[in-house]
Structure formats: structure tokens, C-alpha cells
């Protein structure tokens, strides 16, 4: 019966020391009592794969000590749901500034190359800092939950509340400012790398590599200016003005049409009309230019499918916006 | 819903509901004076399929609550831990059991309220 006794011991590790000898000696009983009875059915002494089975039925050592230890948890379900949207709160205030660190580093990395000036973006840096700040905020959230957990401020922050002090309702076609802020960042973005590499037609390059684009280039490169501009200025308005209008959603599905006829129009413009490489030769640069736009004329019906989808995606998402936002409810009128 | 969904919530949903039951069907039992052992036989010949795993840290539970008192004595040339129901205990079965004939008689109630209740509406209605 070596293995029960070995059973019994590393049951025995994971209970309270006051407890431990009276429990595993009555857990040592049960088990005695139950194999005698298996014994006097089968007639005979049970063997080794016999008691390993009836051990494996009572459960792994640990469970079993679970069984008589005092329920612990490091943070309760009762601040839980508040611990996981802390979390979230703190990775959105870690991950936003990064990715627009990320994003400023790129641009200024592109503006720098253009000027040969030898220094290249800190990425690895960034990301490992990212890493560490990242994991350092979540300890510090857990641990101030679980101290929380454990101290009374807990009962009281979970029953001092006052139903005047909950937040308004927000209405359906609210417009969170955080994301119209993130969207004037990215536009602010994309605005200064299309004005710092794209306006010189004559200087395109990048790296080595010099293209020679067609004079429609120049109206490909306003139109997307101005579209970037103008896609700016509804997101300023939305930070200003947190809510959907139906001309603003007017504006911004028509922005999203324009936007994807020039997109599909590049397909097939043939906007490249040469190229050139250090170790180019003219009948190669010809044939690279030829192969370039035979295959985005190719993708051109790909263009226009994807298009077709973002439209419609947002096509739906206003629609369902503008059927949620209808009439104030009763209470809201009484107020 | 698929079967062996409905098969699994069924199953979880009866465990919610014995475990429920459980501190009553052992205070009851422990009337008259058992051991862990024969405590888990009598209750599964009734038809209370109790594992040990659940049973002792459960009788703990209880002792320390001093609905239960218990005591090491030699049974058939071993030593073992009898338990039986505290004054205590006696109490407080006897006002459990008036909770749980209650919760029955409203358990019936809602039930069968249910099952004839546009019927019973209508009439009330009348």
C-alpha cells in the first residue's frame, strides 16, 4: 500500500499545518474502508493498478486539499468586471501613444532617408519599452485590485454610489472622441508623408529607385490630398460635435465614394511611365513598367470588390445608426 | 440548441441544484451518529450520490460552524471520526427544513401556475 501512503504525504504538503494529521487521518480511513469493501466483492487482495485506479477517481493530491482549504481569490468576482476594464483602459493609454511614436518615427524616418542622412528609427527600442511598460502597468493594476480585494474600501466603493451620479445615456449615434482623435492623428500622419514624398513629381524615389509617372499623377495627387483634408475635417467636427448627423454621414460615405474612384482610377491609369535603377537597362526598365501596369490593370475588378465591400460595410453600419438614434425616450422628454 | 448541449447544461444545472441540498441531506442524516464512510454509503442507497472529495471538507465545514460535533473512536479494531448532529444543529435543520417545505410548496406553486397559467389568467380576468 506504498502508493496510498505516498497519496496521503503529498496530500498532506498542500494542507494547513493544524489540520493536516487529523484530515489525512481520516482521509487514510475512508480509503482503507473502501478498499476493504472493493476486497471482500472480489474475494481477494486488490492489486496495485486496482488502487492506482481508485486513487485517480478520488483526484489529483491538490484537488483534493482544495476541497477543505479556505475559498481564495486574488481578485474577487465583485471588482473583477472593474479590474478587467481598468486593464483595458491602461493597455489603450500604453498602446496609443506607442503607436503614435511608431507612426511619427516611420514618417520621420522616410523624410531623413530622403535627405541621405544616416540614422534609422529606434523600432526595437520602442517595442521593448512597450513591452516592459506595458507589463509593469498590469502588475501595478493587479496589485493595487488585489490589495483592494483585501481591504474594507472594497464594500465601500462597491455600496457608496448614488444613481444621480450614473452617466447619462448615450445616445446611439454618439461618436466616441476618443476614436475622432485617433483618426486626426492618423490623417496628420498621412498628410505629412503624401506632402513630403509625393509632391515632387520630378524626385519620386524611393531608395535607389526613380519612377516617372504620368502628368494624372498630379490629379491623382490633389484629389487625395484633398480627400485627406477633408476626411480631417470631418473627424475635427466629430471631436467638436460627438454625434452623427445625416449630413455628416452623407459627407462621410460620399468622401468614401470619391476616395475609391480614384483608388480604382490608379488601376488602371497606367500612371507609370518609367523606371530606373542603378544597374537598370532600357529594355528591362520597359518591360518592369509594362508588367506593372498589365497587373494593376489586372487587379482592377479586385479593387472595385473590395471598395464595393468597405462601402457597403459602412453603408450598413450608418443605416443601423441612423434606425437606433430615432425619437428621445419618453423619460428623456419629461426631463 | 444541439443535444449534447442541452445534454451538458442539464447536467450542470442538476449539480447547481443538489448542491444546494447537500447540507441538508447530510444534517439529516447525521440524526443519528455516523462515520465519513458510512455517511456517504447511506446517503448514496438514498439516492444522494455525494463524492469525498465534496463530503469531508463539507463535514468540516459544518463542525466548524458547530452544527455538527465529532469525535475519534475505535469501530471494528480502528480508529475513526463519528460525527453527529449538534443542539445546535437540531436547530437549524429543523428551521431548514421548514425553509425547504416552503420552497417546495412555492416551487409547486410557480410550476404548476405555469403550466395552467393562461387558463388561470383568463379566470382571473373574468
Known amino acids: 500500500m506504498d502508493l496510498i501512503e505516498r497519496y496521503l504525504q503529498a496530500v498532506k504538503f498542500w494542507l494547513p499545518k493544524n489540520q493536516q494529521d487529523d484530515i489525512t487521518a481520516e482521509l487514510s480511513e475512508d480509503l482503507r474502508a473502501q478498499i476493504e469493501e472493493r476486497e471482500s466483492k472480489l474475494g481477494r487482495k486488490l492489486n496495485e493498478m486496482e488502487v492506482e485506479s481508485l486513487l ?264 443601423r445608426i441612423l434606425r437606433k438614434s430615432g425619437p428621445p425616450p419618453l423619460h428623456a422628454a419629461v426631463v | 440548441m444541439s443535444p449534447e448541449t442541452q445534454s451538458s447544461t442539464l447536467e450542470n444545472l442538476k449539480l447547481e441544484l443538489r448542491r444546494g441540498c447537500l447540507v441538508l441531506a447530510v444534517l439529516g442524516a447525521l440524526r443519528s451518529e455516523r462515520y465519513g464512510y458510512t455517511l456517504r454509503k447511506d446517503l448514496a442507497d438514498q439516492g444522494m450520490v455525494i463524492d469525498e472529495g465534496t463530503l469531508y471538507p463539507l463535514l468540516r465545514r459544518l463542525e466548524s460552524q458547530n452544527l455538527l460535533s465529532s469525535e475519534w473512536r475505535e469501530h471494528e479494531k480502528r480508529n475513526k471520526r463519528f460525527y453527529r448532529l449538534s443542539p445546535e444543529g437540531k436547530q437549524i435543520l429543523k428551521q431548514l427544513l421548514a425553509e425547504w417545505d416552503s420552497l417546495d410548496a412555492s416551487l409547486r406553486a410557480v410550476t404548476t401556475e405555469h403550466a395552467h397559467g393562461p387558463h388561470r389568467t383568463l379566470s382571473a380576468g373574468r
Open chain 1, 56 to 319: 485517480r477517481q478520488r483526484g489529483s493530491p491538490i484537488m483534493v486539499a482544495n476541497g477543505y482549504l479556505p475559498q481564495r481569490q486574488l481578485i474577487g468576482p465583485l471588482l473583477f468586471p472593474i479590474y478587467t476594464f481598468v486593464l483595458k483602459v491602461v493597455t489603450l493609454c500604453i498602446l496609443i501613444p506607442a503607436v503614435v511614436g511608431w507612426i511619427a518615427a516611420i514618417v520621420s524616418f522616410t523624410l531623413r532617408n530622403a535627405t541621405n542622412a544616416a540614422w534609422s528609427p529606434p523600432f526595437a527600442a520602442i517595442a521593448g519599452h512597450l513591452w516592459t511598460g506595458w507589463f509593469s502597468a498590469l502588475g501595478v493594476v493587479t496589485l493595487v485590485f488585489a490589495i483592494l480585494e483585501r481591504s474594507p474600501a472594497k464594500t465601500q466603493i462597491l455600496e457608496t454610489w448614488n444613481p444621480r451620479k450614473l452617466p447619462p445615456l448615450r445616445p446611439a449615434n454618439a461618436i466616441p472622441r476618443s476614436g475622432s482623435a485617433i483618426e486626426i492623428a492618423v490623417y496628420l500622419c498621412v498628410l505629412t508623408w503624401w506632402i513630403g514624398n509625393m509632391a515632387s513629381l520630378a524626385n519620386l524615389r524611393v531608395g535607389n529607385v526613380h519612377f516617372v509617372l504620368a502628368p494624372g499623377w498630379t490629379l491623382f495627387y490633389w484629389s487625395i490630398l484633398l480627400i485627406t483634408l477633408a476626411g480631417a475635417a470631418i473627424s475635427l467636427a466629430n471631436l467638436l460635435r460627438p454625434w452623427w448627423t445625416a449630413p455628416r454621414i452623407a459627407a462621410r460615405l460620399g468622401l468614401d465614394v470619391v476616395g475609391s474612384v480614384f483608388f480604382c482610377w490608379l488601376f488602371k491609369a497606367n500612371l507609370l511611365v518609367g523606371i530606373w535603377w542603378p544597374s537598370a537597362t532600357p529594355d528591362k526598365a520597359a518591360f518592369v513598367v509594362a508588367q506593372v501596369n498589365v497587373w494593376l490593370a489586372r487587379s482592377f475588378p479586385y479593387a472595385i470588390l473590395i471598395c464595393l465591400i468597405i462601402a457597403g460595410i459602412n453603408a450598413w453600419r450608418f443605416v
